[in-house]
């Protein structure tokens, strides 16, 4: 049996990728009207899919006990909170899969250090990397990194999570593959503003060049591989978060170029992380100007079109 925690668009979508393979799916949800939606057949967090009976949803976290696999889809900020409360309940062998992407306000732990505090002694991974939930809850060829601490349990991950159109790679470079999935989020908020600025495509291929190279850095400086980096879940995330409509963070930036509009309705990771990876480039030594640009928008202290300039005069560099 396969638990999902969280019943917004990314947990529907692995909670219907799975149940369409035959899997008994638990999801579990905050909100007793996101569980309503889910037990008539439909969410709006997933529109025109119909979702498969085999998801049972319940706001008791009891109701994970028999999972095996437990998929984490709960907000990078909320994780903590959610992972404590659940965590008695779990099988104490059960691995739970994070699939959230972002820095912890404050302690600047990344999500396999925020689960390893909040539910201990259980086994980690990490899945991670270029997907929309449309898509996946569609069927449509997807492809990701599954991360976990020796190269022997990510391949088993693989083997268990894989179907024939959504395939897992395996990793062992936990920190890289979370750094990527992090500040792609943040670079996304970034290319949407100059997209609304009309500053053309020219622009955003810079920016997202530029944002992979800060993305490479911070990772490196802490432990992870340049080869995670440009892979799925560093280059193919951040190049499909940066590309399209369809990502809240690219969104996000679309609004905030047209109108300064901070105001978040759905889970915004990007905007929700900011500050949070600019202060992880500090600990770690790391420049991060983009990354320092959005957060100053996201906080209200840099206006959109002063950042824009400052960017666009950002002292030539010797080098890339």
Not at 40 to 46: C, I, P, Q, V
Not at 77 to 83: G, N, P
Not at 133 to 146: E, F, K, M, R, Y
Not at 167 to 196: E, F, M
Request: aromatic share 2%; charged share 15%; with cysteine.
């Amino acid at each position: 049996m396969i638990g999902v925690l969280g019943g917004g668009a990314w947990g529907l979508a692995l909670a219907q990728l799975y149940a369409a393979q035959g899997n008994d799916i638990r999801l579990w949800a905050r909100r007793a009207e996101t569980v309503a939606e889910i037990k008539a057949g439909a969410s709006a967090a997933l529109p025109g899919v119909a979702l498969d009976p085999r998801i049972i949803a319940s706001t008791d976290p009891a109701r994970l006990h028999e999972a095996d696999i437990i998929l984490s889809v709960i907000p990078a900020q909320a994780a903590r909170m959610v992972l404590m409360a659940v965590a008695p309940v779990l099988m104490p062998d059960a691995t739970i899969i994070l699939c959230q992407k972002g820095v912890e306000r404050g302690s600047l732990a990344l999500p396999h250090e925020v689960a390893g505090e909040a539910a201990p002694g259980h086994p980690i991974a990490v899945l991670t990397g270029p997907s929309f939930a449309a898509d996946v809850a569609q069927g449509l060829p997807t492809a990701v990194t599954i991360a976990a601490e020796t190269m022997d349990v990510a391949t088993a991950l693989r083997d268990r999570l894989a179907t024939p159109t959504f395939r897992p790679y395996p990793s062992d470079d936990l920190t890289g593959a979370q750094i990527g999935g992090a500040i792609k989020n943040v670079l996304a908020i970034a290319c949407g503003i100059i997209v609304a600025r009309g500053l053309g495509e020219s622009a955003r291929a810079a920016t997202i060049a530029r944002g992979f190279a800060e993305m490479n850095r911070l990772a490196q400086a802490m432990g992870g591989r340049a080869e995670t980096m440009a892979g799925l879940s560093g280059l193919g995330d951040l190049a499909l978060t940066c590309a399209s409509a369809q990502s809240r963070n690219f969104a996000h930036g679309l609004a905030l170029g047209k109108a300064g509009d901070t105001e978040m309705g759905k889970t915004v990771e990007g905007a929700a992380s900011a500050e949070a990876v600019v202060a992880l480039g500090e600990k770690w030594g790391v420049d991060l100007p983009i990354s320092k640009t959005v957060e100053g928008i996201i906080t209200g202290n840099i206006a959109v079109s002063d950042a824009v300039m400052a960017l666009l005069q950002r002292p030539l560099a010797s080098r890339e």
